[in-house]
């Protein structure tokens, strides 16, 4: 973080306790004490991925064991994200895989859920966060192509405005070989979520 940015945070409490004051909250209740800061630290950890390149977690490779492998697929991995249009949480899982080209390194695992994480940690739409993630897989690795499902609960959608509780919205970003080919694409839909 540059110098001019570490001030700017510094005034972050200031100013919730003013958006605090205006909503009518009653600042001087005991428990609402430190909530200022809380609230700029929740947001601060919640956009940690502003603050970072996500796509470089996937410098992190392996040699291939065998020339010919095929789809490297993370599912069921959890994320949290935050809707643009309110600053709420949205939350879910995902599917994210690659194929990647015959005998070109692969990633390590944990570095798939770290990039992904990292684009969810932003102010986000999820048809966005799907796009990036497999843009910076085929940007980065030597692949055939990407492919991201996202399943997500929007608390914008099911705590406030129209509350459709347990409601859940689903994206699919093909891009190569999954885009093209019907037999790759039917095999990571066998691996994503209904
Ligand atoms: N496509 C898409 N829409 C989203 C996403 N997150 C939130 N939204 C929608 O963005 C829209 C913003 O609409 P606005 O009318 O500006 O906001 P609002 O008055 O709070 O709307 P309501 O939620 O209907 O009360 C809403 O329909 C949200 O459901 C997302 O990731 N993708
Ligand atoms: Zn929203």
């Known amino acids: 973080m540059t110098i001019e940015k570490a001030a700017a945070i510094d005034q972050a409490p200031a100013h919730a306790r003013r958006l605090m004051a205006a909503l009518g909250l009653p600042l001087d209740a005991p428990g609402l004490a430190d909530t200022p800061a809380r609230l700029v630290s929740a947001l601060y950890e919640l956009t940690a991925g502003m603050r970072e390149d996500p796509g470089r977690h996937l410098e992190v490779t392996f040699p291939a064991e065998s020339a010919q492998s095929g789809v490297i697929a993370v599912t069921d991995l959890p994320f949290i994200s935050l809707c643009e249009h309110h600053l709420l949480p949205f939350t879910g899982s995902m599917t994210v ?6 005998g070109a390194p692969i990633v390590g695992l944990s570095k798939l859920a770290r990039m992904a994480q990292g684009f969810a940690a932003r102010p986000q739409v999820q048809e966005r966060l799907g796009e990036q993630i497999v843009e910076s897989l085929c940007a980065r690795l030597d692949c055939m192509g990407a492919a991201c499902q996202v399943v997500a609960e ?25 885009e093209r080919d019907t037999l790759a694409r039917r095999d990571f839909m066998g691996l994503c979520r209904a």
Do not use: E, I, N, Q
């Open 154 to 178: 929007h608390s914008c959608m099911t705590l406030r405005g129209v509350r459709a509780a347990g409601a859940k919205m689903t994206t699919l970003h093909l891009k190569g070989v999954f």
């Open 97 to 102: 895989a690659y194929l990647p080209s015959p």
